[in-house]
Nanobody, 120 residues
Framework: QVQLEESGGGLVQAGGSLRLSCAASGSIFNINAMGWFRQAPGKQRDLVSLVSSEGSTNYADSVKGRFTISRDNAKNTVYLQMNSLKPEDTAVYYC??????????????WGQGTQVTVSS
């Protein structure tokens, strides 16, 4: 069994910063892509950022230059540093990971979500 545990969400004023963390645990052989998606009320879940196992990154246009994704492969953990936050960044942020388990079976996993609220 594999689990993703998120932390770091909260309430912040516009222009502020937050750092999200997501640790994968359980029966893991290796982890391919890790990243973050977000879902605002009444909207679909959208990609925020992904990082490959080699460290290649991509970002949604709306967060480029403000958010930075990183990962620690030794800790099976992905981070999202969010700076210059805007009210439109308010959403539930979900951790994502493409994990091959101990039986060499690959599957997409999701965290439970963490709320980020940016006040104006």
């Amino acid at each position: 069994q594999v689990q993703l545990e998120e932390s770091g969400g909260g309430l912040v004023q516009a222009g502020g910063s937050l750092r999200l963390s997501c640790a994968a645990s359980g029966s893991i052989f290796n982890i391919n892509a890790m990243g973050w998606f977000r879902q605002a009320p009444g909207k679909q879940r959208d990609l925020v950022s992904l990082v490959s196992s080699e460290g290649s990154t991509n970002y949604a246009d709306s967060v480029k230059g403000r958010f930075t994704i990183s990962r620690d492969n030794a800790k099976n953990t992905v981070y999202l540093q969010m700076n210059s936050l805007k009210p439109e960044d308010t959403a539930v942020y979900y951790c994502y990971a493409d994990i091959r388990n101990a039986y060499y079976y690959s599957q997409n996993y999701w965290g439970q979500g963490t709320q980020v609220t940016v006040s104006s």
